[in-house]
């Protein structure tokens, strides 16, 4: 298995609602072969270009590379076929390794029993080649392998290029009762059009995922620049000279910020937790901190865009109609000329915002069904500005 002779297919998990923005991620890197896909985007790459989107790829949570496709016809079929791949040239003996199984197939009762079936194929073919079997390690495994078989019985083996999901970044030291895993919290970003440049504010920071992924954006640091282990770092085929190149011309790849990114929160253990992982990740001196309530902050002169993540409703006894209402009457009264998008589950409570949204985009938030909101604060009414932009 190389990558150098040719480009490989990759897949790359995503969130629901996330598919364009990773798309324009990877057009952004120089990659142009891409397929979108449910939950997922497609496409090829070199070893140089997969070591870059592991790093670079802000709203990817994985990144898998198939390299064999077969149909089975039972479960020792499936055994049989895994066997006989040379596993020896893509992991050694003393290293651990885990599977990951989707199973759509009539063949099987339950995904792990493929998974099962295709460990001791690989174990099995390491101990008649050398007399021992590599420990399988479902926690912390060197190698990580993936096993789809459809409802076809088409079975395709792929390697997790990433290791531990890409939204692990490494900064987040403390979670607050209801986080947003990074990986979303920069595709909201992305997906409002900030200019990187404006005034950006979270009016809900909590732990401060938003403020911290739009602090990277805007200074250009790829996501995952700190991250100390990728799972092509134990294939036999790494190139560790070429990874440490990619890594140096990403660090001089940084720029200054220009705007202000402010986050606001009124509980102050959160913001606590917000200082800590601010400052695990370098940002102490790019991000603005205020303990007050989102109605006491007083709205920056110069107008930007406003992205946050306020309470569901989802814990039990938390009424939010009054604080969406409150938000509401917020913007309306502080930030004209402002762009404020907010994500919640909670349909009915986002009706007593009292705007009329210029943007509804569905996407999740862990298992629940989201709306991420653009509210569009003109300066005067509206009618004003539409007829100003028509002058």
Not at 79 to 104: G, L, P, R
Not at 286 to 309: Q, R, S, T, Y
Request: with cysteine; charged share 30%.
């Amino acid at each position: 298995m190389s990558l150098e002779d040719r480009k490989k297919k990759i897949i790359a998990k995503t969130s629901f609602g996330l598919e364009d923005v990773l798309i324009d991620e990877l057009k952004e890197l120089g990659i142009i072969e891409i397929e979108k896909a449910n939950r997922a985007v497609t496409f090829y790459a070199t070893k140089e270009e997969l070591y870059k989107a592991n790093i670079w790829l802000r709203t990817a949570n994985r990144l898998i590379m198939p390299f064999k496709e077969f149909t089975i016809k039972s479960d020792d079929d499936l055994y049989n076929q895994i066997k006989k791949i040379e596993w020896e040239d893509i992991f050694d003996v003393t290293q651990t390794f885990a599977i990951d199984s989707t199973v759509f197939s009539p063949l099987f009762n339950h995904t792990k029993y493929a998974a099962f079936k295709a460990k001791d194929a690989i174990a099995d073919r390491f101990r008649d080649k050398f007399d021992k079997r590599p420990d399988v390690d479902t926690t912390n495994p060197h190698i990580r392998i993936n096993i789809h078989i459809n409802a076809d019985n088409i079975c395709t083996v792929s390697l997790d290029s990433s290791g531990d999901p890409l939204f692990k970044r490494g900064y987040r030291d403390s979670r607050s009762i209801a986080p947003i895993k990074e990986d979303l919290a920069a595709g909201l970003i992305l997906l409002s059009g900030w200019d990187k440049q404006s005034t950006f504010v979270d009016l809900f920071c909590g732990s401060g995922t938003l403020l911290i992924e739009a602090a990277m954006i805007a200074c250009n640091i790829p996501p995952n620049i700190n991250r100390a282990v990728f799972g092509f770092m134990n294939w036999k085929n790494y190139d560790e000279q070429l990874f440490d190149d990619i890594i140096d011309e990403a660090l001089d790849e940084e720029i200054d910020l220009v705007g202000k990114i402010i986050g606001v929160d009124n509980d102050g253990r959160v913001m606590g937790m917000s200082r800590a992982n601010i400052q695990a990740a370098g940002l102490t001196d790019k991000i603005e901190l205020h303990k007050k309530d989102f109605n006491a902050f007083k709205a920056p002169k110069e107008a930007g865009v406003i992205v946050c993540n306020p309470p569901y409703g989802e814990r039990i006894g938390e009424n939010v109609d009054e604080l969406y209402t409150t938000f509401g009457d917020n913007l309306k009264a502080q930030y004209d000329g402002w762009n404020a998008w907010m994500i919640s589950s909670n349909m009915d409570a986002l009706k007593k915002v009292g705007l009329r949204p210029s943007r509804k985009i569905k996407v999740f938030n862990g298992s629940l069904e989201c709306r991420f909101m653009k509210y569009e604060m003109y300066k005067g009414t509206k009618r004003i500005h539409k007829l100003e932009a028509n002058a």
